[in-house]
C-alpha cells in the first residue's frame, strides 16, 4: 500500500522560509517522478514543482527562482524548500507520486496535504 506523508507546513509572514517533506512508503520515489502541488480553496488543483528520475526538474512560473524541489533517495523523501514567500503562496500543498512532470491528470498516488498560510 502506497503512503505519501507529508509535512513541514505552517504560518510564516511574507519573505520567510518554509521546507515541505513528503516520506513515501510502498513506492520508491528514484522509480518514477514526484511533484508538489497545491490548491487555494475552491480553486483548481495546480502544479508546483516535479522531479523526475533523470533528475530533470520542472517548475511552475509562479515559483520559478524562489521554491527548489529535492529528493534523497536513501530516506525516500522528496522536500519543498519555499523561500520568498508570498501571500499568494498560500495553499493546500499535496505530494504526488507516479505521473509525470505537472501534468495534474497523470499522478494516481496523492498525500493527505499539508497547510501553508502565508500572511502578515
Known amino acids: 500500500q502506497v503512503q505519501l506523508v507529508e509535512s513541514g507546513g505552517g504560518s510564516v509572514q511574507p519573505g520567510g522560509s518554509l521546507r515541505l517533506s513528503c516520506a513515501a512508503s510502498g513506492y520508491s520515489i528514484s522509480s518514477g517522478c514526484m511533484a508538489w502541488f497545491r490548491q487555494y480553496r475552491g480553486n483548481e488543483r495546480e502544479g508546483v514543482a516535479g522531479i523526475c528520475s533523470e533528475g530533470i526538474r520542472t517548475y511552475a512560473e509562479a515559483v520559478k527562482g524562489r521554491f527548489t524541489i529535492s529528493r534523497d533517495n536513501s530516506k525516500n523523501t522528496v522536500y519543498l524548500q519555499m523561500n520568498s514567500l508570498k501571500p499568494e503562496d498560500t495553499a493546500t500543498y499535496y505530494c504526488?507520486?507516479?505521473?509525470?512532470?505537472?501534468?495534474?491528470?497523470?499522478?494516481?498516488?496523492w498525500g493527505q496535504g499539508t497547510q501553508v498560510t502565508v500572511s502578515s
Open positions: 504526488a507520486a507516479g505521473g509525470f512532470g505537472l501534468a495534474l491528470a497523470t499522478y494516481s498516488m
